[in-house]
């Protein structure tokens, strides 16, 4: 049987958790136009030739489907996004229409549990489903996954959680193994799991691959983790690198590696989309900031003075721009100066990405993997279980993954 | 013996063409107060802890000296960087003042032949020395080095080229190999050599390393590298990458990983000392800019549309600031902006690099190595013999280089 | 009679020199969709609160007709500039799409004689016209200006040139009055008037009132202010305000009256737009540069060291992107750096300017106004006649325009 | 009598709250080297040629003192200054060295009452005094004014309030007037008057002009003008405008003369000197905040979404560096980007405009004039009872001033 038998054959199932968001709809534009020939794979990772003659899946190969506390759906979330936002064409928009009505078809109204006040206050859906329990919620979850895999016909379905960001959440006795944790999980008592970690929960047990975006917990928690080697499941995560961080994470090391010493490294990020409206709330934000800030000292060997901040400015939309300033020493103590400024759209430049790590999560399932997937370093602000933050390096962990590679 | 004892008896010689410029006085300077422990090794590669373990020469080694065509001296060029860069304090300046006015009694006048108008146009020394044939050039030089190896009972000398830039020169049949240069070195025509390399010939003859901190042809003639293998020279160079260029050799390779297609890249430049002088003459300027410009495809693999300028400032005397436009789509043709401002003080980033290539290069002939030095490449923007242009991966180089050393 | 009834009866004709551009399609656009009540007067000084109750013409006054030497009309270059500036959005594209349709009708092949180089390369009409002296071409504008009017029954016709930038054009004896002009536009001979001037003639000497939104010589030759004043016809220029010369009129003021000395200014355009292609040709690039530099001097008492360049970027389009550098002196020596960056859409900033001097234009003709316009200062670079650069004090005399006028 | 005598003869004290900070040290020192002809007038509104033949003093007529809490003296904050901020040279120092001490010895401990937790932390003066009503307290700041002026045989007394940010003070019934505010001057309660307006109270009832430089409360509360109209006092302020919002005041009108507009204008400053640190707590930064932020709405007739915020960040020292980002709309709803870098040196900003207002004050004085001086509103943030924020208008102002000024 040869390969492209097989792609003709395989169904891959993606279920968006914040489904009506612009991640999402751009993500099922961009799928609908690479499988009708429309776009290039500009953007797309596992697209470069280093990547291209592996078994991954093909455009034409996903169903989509999600979760979402907000009316809407992947036609509107897109026809918005390109008003407010200035992208997308029309002719791409009509084109791919269709596919994009019929997967919003497959869009399911959300579960919470104990919910953040700033998410809360974003969720219009009036058929939303308030959970007693984390088990309740889970078990409402895992019974859409299910549906949406038998509906379709699906081999394999990956969970992505784009969902806004959630406050930090500490570990607990309660996460720290899956013996603690499912006790409590049938207890009406707050703080057993936040959401994202619920929603992870849910994926990981019924067997589907995880990929989480964003600075949430997801299942980032140890009893969660114990789950995934338990139900050999891959998860990736977390925190995409789309911008301002992406671009720290090349310049540090170059400061580094010439002795230059970095004496404060500003940074200001301003953006008008849901998210910025979210992490407008400093509990949520919180999540966000530290884990842009995090990798600097990590990447120098030692901590400037630095400051990250995010702020919600509504004309910009989803055109995140942000501007740092990094005052650096060099020789006989002078004090020179770099500055960027960086104008990218948050959801183009988060969608191929997904796509990517979905290819990548589908991928490693069907290998065998479970798991963090330690060579999709390079895709996140805070990698599950790698130390590494230097671009470069943790690209050549992507490569490297791909080499070793057995024969097909 | 330790290696204590051997630093101490080791003395290096360091001889800077163009000795009176902002690159040399800088580094007799830094050196003086590294020796006298003014100074950290801010902005020294080699002071990193991967070399840090090495047999490279302590700033306590060194002993200055060089040829100019400009009159003046390490002290007075020091001097007025200070008054009108605004940089190096009262404090080291005063400290380091006997050691600089030592160092510029070994300065001597530069040796020309047939040189460029815009770099006789600087020349104001009374006893320069016009040759009538490159042989007679020289024999001129060698004879100035090896009178300073003597005076000093130097163990080793380091030439480094530190003149101003050249215009292109072109690689004819007489260039080509040893055989045919020799003979044409006696015929007082054109074009045998240009001025750097006339000084790189002088140098490696006479079996001193060689360091080629300019974009000016220097050493990487066929016939020259024919002579250092055959005198078992290693030389180094071409052009530090201080500043734009070096960001560029960070950023290009980020966009190439994600994928992301740079549509242009526009980087201006401004700077008002004398280099930002000789590069406003279009002739020299062009061996600049192609230097400059070469990598980005090299390092996308394709050519974006671009423009490299370098503008002479006054007001901005050593302070080289480029701004950088770089206008690059995203996925689903999303059209993305990113702009750097580089403030960065010429000398300052320079010097130190200098005293860098200094150490590898002395270190490299005692290890009986000759011919260009790969490992170098991190420092140049257009490395000799190497293609590789991604900063993070020359520096590998450098690593690399270090780490299969044999133990000593 | 009421005001309302006198602008319902009143009919404006516009005719654009390049009617095929940018700017003129922009115009269309936008006064179809102001006569539609589709789109809000931003951007248009007139409709500000000092200008609102007076006689100006009402969007649903005109009718648009042009010519130009590119095959092409107002609907596809508008789509098009859509399509490539991702400016406008498709509801307006089609609300309006019938008026410019319909004016579209009324362009009519361009007239050349003896046309640059970089202009020519642009002409792709096969109907163009060559004439053979200036007068011929004169003749056969102006038969194409009678018969617009004739044919859709115009009070007033209003001509503007929004054709390409072309070369400097020096002032000889034939240009100094018309007696001397006049027997020179019946000869075959180079240089009695370039193209812009030949347009700018056929209109005035046909009773048209004239605006230059290029620096091309328009109407700025003795000669023809002459005709000008013979003919009654008042006339504005030239080269419109719209991005960086327009912020270098607010801030040069500013450094001056904090006598805060300019050491340098640096200012780097960078555009894709046809006027950035034909900016490209050096001789043509000349007029634009000489007039953004030149206000420098004016506004600040002294000349600092400057540079402006213009250069083509192609994917940038017509989003013109400007980086200044400003490098001052403070107190007590003390140097300091201002920079700012433009990014402006160059057809969407001068298209209400063009209406707004339309509107003047016809209003100062309808009061018997002869000759240049100097209370539309504040609109142009090189304002005619008008010596004040300081855009806060050329605005004042605008609104010093309408505050002396008699009641109606 | 000529000119010439009476301003040898006059003698003006200049009384610094605040004597040991950047901005004192600065004006002592620049006002030393201008008296010395060391340096020249750039900086300095008064000594353009409008306003240089009017009877203002010469630099040679000053003696300065001060108060501070802060240990220290002119020449240690200048020295610091010279090496933490990289400014002034070392000729000047040496120069005007002696004149620096001479006034240090004019210092005076502050005296407190009632004072803010970010103040006090920074004072370190043993000998500062301790109030026990705000009446005590003004009784010794009088005495201490008295005697510099007897000591000095000064002519006149200008207080200048040059030290840090209070937090905000609302206006109560007990500031409403002189009549209710007396009384509680002997009142050990909370609130009768800020620091910052007991030293006002103190200077304007000895009959000395009072400038404030800081948008501190000062002499902007009802009581306080009652009493400088009684006592016959000139005073000016309040919150010097130097630097990101100078240009917000020449910006704005402009993107308001265009009818650009403005959908959101987002201002970062960072900075690392004293000002910067008691800026640092929240309350303190309110203050200067609300400064800034104001007259955004005045300039454009709306208000914009907008951020102002003010970071320290210790290695930039008195380097304040601000990013400011303006999106704003033009024609058929494009929306544009403007941004700007600002990179001042504060002290270096301020000094030269103390300097002016020092000369407009005293000149005020002896003029007779009494109150606020509108006609000092360009040098102010929020100048006091003037509600014009257009620099160029402000500017027409003080140039007014001195055109209705009667012939000597």
Redesign the interface.
């Known amino acids: 049987m040869t390969d492209t038998v097989v792609m003709a054959q395989r169904r891959v199932g993606l279920w968006m958790i914040g489904a009506c968001g612009g991640v999402s709809c751009?993500t099922a534009?961009?799928l609908s136009?690479l499988a009708r020939g429309l776009?290039p794979?500009?953007?797309?990772?596992t697209?470069?030739p280093p990547f291209a003659h592996h078994d991954l899946d093909e455009p034409t190969a996903y169903v989509l489907g999600g979760h979402d506390i907000r009316t809407g759906d992947f036609v509107t979330a897109a026809r918005e996004l390109h008003?407010r936002s200035?992208?997308?064409?029309?002719r791409?928009l009509t084109a791919c229409a269709a596919d994009l009505t019929a997967w919003s078809a497959n869009i399911r109204p959300g579960v919470v549990y104990k919910p953040n006040s700033a998410i809360t206050a974003l969720a219009d859906r009036t058929d939303m489903r308030q959970a007693r329990t984390p088990r309740e919620a889970i078990d409402a979850i895992q019974s859409d996954l299910k549906a949406f895999k038998a509906a379709h016909k699906l081999d394999q379905v990956v969970v992505v959680n784009a969902a806004s960001t959630e406050p930090p959440f500490e570990v607990g006795e309660e996460q720290k193994s899956l013996d603690k944790l499912l006790p409590a999980l049938d207890r009406a008592a707050p703080a057993a799991l936040p959401t994202s970690s619920i929603y992870a929960f849910a994926a990981i047990d019924a067997g589907f691959a995880y990929v989480n975006m964003t600075p949430s917990r997801g299942a980032t928690l140890p009893a969660l983790e114990e789950l995934a080697k338990k139900r050999n499941v891959p998860h990736a995560g977390q925190d995409l690198k789309t911008g301002e961080t992406?671009?720290k994470s090349?310049?540090a090391?170059?400061f580094a590696?010439?002795?230059?010493?970095v004496?404060?490294w500003?940074g200001?990020n301003?953006l008008g989309n849901r998210d910025g409206q979210v992490l407008n709330d400093p509990d949520n934000k919180a999540s966000k900031v530290k884990s842009k800030d995090a990798l600097l000292a990590a990447l120098l060997g030692y901590k400037p003075?630095s400051?990250v901040?995010i702020?919600y400015?509504?004309?910009?939309d989803d055109w995140k721009?942000a501007?740092d300033?990094i005052?650096y020493?060099?020789?006989?103590?002078?004090?020179?100066?770099?500055?960027?400024?960086?104008?990218?759209?948050d959801s183009?430049?988060a969608?191929?990405l997904v796509i990517d790590l979905v290819r990548l999560a589908a991928y490693a399932q069907r290998r065998g993997e479970s798991g963090p997937m330690p060579h999709t370093a390079?895709f996140f602000k805070s990698p599950v279980g790698v130390p590494e933050h230097?671009?470069?390096?943790q690209?050549a962990m992507l490569e490297d993954y791909f080499c070793v590679e057995p024969p097909a």
Chains 1, 2, 3, 4 share one sequence.
């Open positions: 751009t534009l961009g136009a776009t794979t500009t953007g797309m990772v697209a470069l008003e200035n992208v997308f064409d029309e791409t992406l671009v090349v310049l090391p170059m590696r010439r002795n230059l010493r004496l404060s500003v200001h301003i003075q400051i901040s702020e400015i509504e004309s910009l721009t501007w300033h005052h020493e060099g020789f006989l103590g002078t004090k020179m100066m770099f500055q960027f400024t960086w104008q990218g759209c183009l430049l969608a191929p390079c230097d671009f470069g390096k690209f």
